[in-house]
Nanobody, 120 residues
């Protein structure tokens, strides 16, 4: 199993920046792809960004040019740098990891979420 713990969510003003983090822990695992989703109650969960271990990234159109996903493999940590935040970015942000566990079992894992609130 892989445990994901997000941190860094906060209340920020529109136009501000915030970086949220996600630390993975467990035994005998490798992360293949990191991802960030966000969810607003009443809406469907939205894919924000992904980063593969080959370095390929994908961003939702709504965050392109403002958000950057990155990772520190040694620390087993992913980051989401969010710049020029807008009120519509307000959501609970979830970290996900597509991982290979015990060398041959592939599975997806989710964190518990961190709240990001952008005030206008």
């Amino acid at each position: 199993q892989v445990q994901l713990v997000e941190s860094g969510g906060a209340l920020v003003q529109a136009g501000g920046s915030l970086r949220i983090s996600c630390v993975a822990s467990g035994i005998n695992f490798n992360i293949n792809t990191w991802g960030w989703y966000r969810h607003v109650p009443g809406n469907e969960r939205e894919l924000v960004a992904t980063l593969s271990n080959s370095g390929r990234t994908h961003y939702a159109d709504s965050v392109k040019g403002r958000f950057t996903i990155s990772m520190d493999a040694a620390k087993k940590t992913a980051y989401l740098q969010m710049n020029n935040l807008k009120p519509e970015d307000t959501a609970v942000y979830y970290c996900t990891a597509d991982a290979t566990v015990d060398f041959d079992v592939r599975a997806s894992f989710w964190g518990q979420g961190t709240q990001v609130t952008v005030s206008s």
